[in-house]
């Protein structure tokens, strides 16, 4: 699994901030072998993050002071005919691409509050991928 460090940059206030990354390189692509079984079987994937989830249960990015309300987001994982929205209550699944190789472009969609503390947010997201039965 290759996942970047994903950088949203300047983030509007009092809105929502869609940030998209579709270079090969901002993508979250999962490598495997395997054989045809692989290909028909269906995947829930979902991701923890270090700041835990707001009221609305989305995640939160936290300014460096922990003081600061955190800024509510969720990560839309595009991969064609596949859209998988985080965090994924739901369990929606998606299928392994045959050539060994699964890529995502993420899209993420921030809510700021017109009067968000400025400076830096962050969070750590790790990400799960398990066979549906």
Not at 47 to 60: E, H, V
Not at 85 to 107: E, I, M
């Amino acid at each position: 699994m290759t996942a970047p460090d994903w950088d949203l940059g300047e983030l509007v206030r009092g809105g929502v901030t869609h940030k998209s990354f579709s270079a090969p390189k901002d993508q979250l692509c999962f490598s495997y072998k395997g054989n045809n079984y692989i290909t028909y079987q269906e995947y829930v994937i979902d991701a923890g993050n270090r700041n835990g989830l707001s009221a609305n249960g989305k995640y939160l990015l936290k300014h460096q002071n922990a003081q600061a309300p955190g800024l509510p987001y969720q990560l839309t994982l595009n991969e064609g005919s596949n859209n998988v929205v985080l965090p994924n209550p739901s369990n929606r699944v998606f299928k392994l691409n045959s050539n060994g190789k699964t890529c995502f472009r993420p899209t993420f969609d921030v809510s700021t509050e017109k009067n968000a503390k400025g400076g830096i947010y962050s969070d750590i997201l790790t990400f799960t991928i398990i066979a549906k039965p």
